[in-house]
């Protein structure tokens, strides 16, 4: 993951496999979170003269085009689509304007479920272009006017890594307009004793000590917070394997020794008190675990014990985690006593090597998370503000470095860029060839807008420095802020 620049690369791969192995239907359909009416019950449709509609079906290639009438005016924001197989490459979505027609929707893949969120529209007809890809059929056209969606306290959490705002000019404060709750990243770990410290970091080629670095980021957060209301948290990192051991399980299996070695008995007691005297001497809200990831059942007892015991001494401070569903064996009076659980839909590729695509990230994982245990309410659905390159090397690009390079609608960037490769654990420049695949500021609104629709507690970002300030028009943050305001 990103968090953890030099992980092994196996983590990817098994991510990888496992997507491929689930990407067959989407489990979901959308009446079974959508109350209102589907506009397209009584609407009308017609190809490019192909004559490719069967049943509710559309089949095309590149440049297809397909009219869809309403019986009257209708108002809408939503367009979900459903495609068999994965073909398409880009599409537009148009209304007719002074005698031609106007874009108000574009973006890439369909995939099985593609979910098409914008401002609201007025039209008696709708037309739908596929601008790329190959012969393709889509399997379902649904449109609806979504308001009113935004599930109390909606959250939009984002990690922030304490060394990248140790410099005040770092931070906007209008992203704080956005941002209900902070995750300060990277200042703190506990060993396998149970003891708690502080993370030294070198910054602008000085050593600073981690306490300085976390008290600085504390402090600069909460002057740009000002009287919002957020809420703000601290992670904590456990004891990491021995870096010579190469094989990913084993790596995996020895850090979960050394974390139950931190999490029972004296030592166990001893981390929870440190815990809640952390908590209490800085005035924060909660703590997050992010231990990725105990693949044992018995790794998750000790992890699910340590929740229950860590929860009853926590008081009203929240407790979270962050999660993936492929590894997740937590038991169900664990998932009970997590207030927020940050699913890490990033770092996962489709066939074509897109990282965080709408579809498996929005449908498949969360799902599967569902049928674990959690409720909707404890999800914050994440996204990434970095892309990861098509060939899924282990290189990752901050989403302000290339944002003009992409607009409002675009996720893929292309041609040379300089990047920082982990190396041995060595950060060594390199220069990346392959197409980068972002979470454009379209994708961004489509993702937060499905979130509030679908009834999940919210957004996360990894993380807070990848994007651009908030005045710029293609701020990632402003993007989420748009579909929030237009959703309620």
């Known amino acids: 993951m990103k968090k953890l620049m030099n992980r092994s690369l196996a983590a990817f791969l098994a991510l990888l496999l496992l997507l491929e192995l689930a990407g067959c239907g989407t489990g979901i359909k959308s009446a079974d979170f959508i109350t209102e009416k589907n506009l397209m019950e009584n609407a009308s449709m017609k190809d ?31 367009v979900v689509l459903r495609e068999k197989g994965s073909h398409i490459r880009a599409f537009q979505i148009q209304i007719p304007s002074g005698g031609g027609y106007k874009t108000i ?20 007809s709708l037309r739908l272009v596929v601008t790329d890809g190959a012969d393709f059929t889509l399997e379902g056209i649904e449109s609806y006017r979504i308001t009113g969606s935004k599930p109390d306290h909606f959250r939009v959490t984002s990690y922030v890594v304490t060394d990248s705002i140790y410099d005040r000019a770092a931070i906007s404060e209008k992203h704080f307009d956005v941002i209900t709750d902070v995750i300060l990243f990277g200042s703190l770990s506990f060993d396998k004793d149970g003891n708690l410290s502080f993370q030294d970091k070198e910054i602008g080629g000085k050593q600073i000590g981690g306490q300085q670095v976390f008290e600085t980021a504390l402090r600069n957060v909460r002057e740009a917070v000002g009287e919002r209301d957020v809420h703000l948290y601290v992670n904590l990192l456990g004891p990491d394997a021995p870096s010579e051991i190469e094989d990913w399980n084993e790596s995996m299996y020895a850090k979960a020794d050394l974390h139950k070695s931190a999490m029972t008995g004296d030592n166990g007691k001893k981390l929870i008190r440190s815990i809640t005297e952390l908590l209490e001497k800085y005035g924060l809200d909660g703590v997050f675990f992010d231990w990725e990831y105990p693949l044992r059942k018995k790794d998750w007892e000790v992890f699910d014990q340590f929740i229950l015991s860590l929860d009853g001494a926590l008081g009203e401070k929240k407790l979270g985690i962050a999660v993936q569903s492929w590894a997740l064996k937590a038991s169900k009076e664990a998932i009970e006593k997590i207030d927020l659980a940050e699913v890490m839909t990033y770092d996962m590729f489709d066939e074509d090597g897109y990282h965080a695509p709408f579809y498996p990230c929005a449908v498949t994982e969360i799902n599967a998370l569902l049928k674990k245990g959690f409720k909707k309410e404890q999800l914050d659905f994440g996204v990434p503000f970095y892309a990861r390159p098509t060939d899924r090397a282990a290189q990752w690009f901050d989403y302000q470095t290339e944002a003009e390079k992409l607009g409002w609608s675009g996720n893929v960037a292309t041609g040379p860029q300089q990047v920082t490769e982990w190396q041995g654990g060595t950060p060594v420049q390199v220069t990346a060839t392959s197409p980068r695949y972002y979470n454009g500021c379209q994708m961004i609104y489509d993702k937060t807008a499905y979130a509030m629709d679908f009834g999940l507690g919210g957004m996360m970002v990894w993380n807070y420095a990848g994007d651009l300030p908030y005045e710029n028009p293609l701020s990632l943050f402003r993007a989420m802020e748009t579909a929030i305001s237009q959703r309620s």
């Open 48 to 78: 490019d003269g192909a004559n490719n509609i069967s049943n509710g079906k559309w089949s095309g290639s590149k440049n297809s085009y397909l009219e869809i009438s309403f019986p009257q005016e209708v108002t809408l924001n939503t």
């Open 105 to 124: 929707y574009q973006n890439d893949k369909v995939d099985a479920y593609r979910y098409c969120a914008f401002p609201e529209v007025t039209t008696s």
